[in-house]
Nanobody
Framework: QVQLVESGGGLVQAGGSLRLSCAAS????????IGWFRQAPGKEREGLSS????????YYADSVKGRFTISRDNAKNTVYLQMNSLKPEDTAVYYC?????????????????WGQGTQVTVSL
């Protein structure tokens, strides 16, 4: 079973950037599609992006398309989420998750293994 740990969250001003990391242990990430999600207080967990383990194809929600970029470095067993042009409404706890199924979906139900989350706060 793979374990996931997110890092890279913090406080940033609107318009700024952050890069989140999702480091895996226990198993190689080669076999897993990885998704990024977020959950703001009082809201449901929202799928943002996913990356395939087969061909590296990437998928994005409309809310982050053009601002966020997902990438993976299998040699480092790590997946990244580069977040640019951040807005106050991006404030949330960000999670990465893994699935052995293909990475064409970033539905919460598609993913079985989750990290503990990292807080991102975007101020005006």
């Amino acid at each position: 079973q793979v374990q996931l740990v997110e890092s890279g969250g913090g406080l940033v001003q609107a318009g700024g950037s952050l890069r989140l990391s999702c480091a895996a242990s226990g198993r190689t990430l080669d076999d897993y599609a990885i998704g990024w999600f977020r959950q703001a207080p009082g809201k449901e967990r929202e799928g943002l992006s996913s990356i395939s383990q087969i061909d590296g194809s990437t998928y994005y929600a409309d809310s982050v398309k053009g601002r966020f970029t997902i990438s993976r470095d299998n040699a480092k067993n790590t997946v990244y989420l580069q977040m640019n042009s951040l807005k106050p409404e991006d404030t949330a706890v960000y999670y990465c998750a893994a699935t052995l199924m293909d990475g064409s979906s970033f539905s919460v139900d598609w993913f079985s293994t989750w990290g503990q989350g990292t807080q991102v706060t975007v101020s005006l």
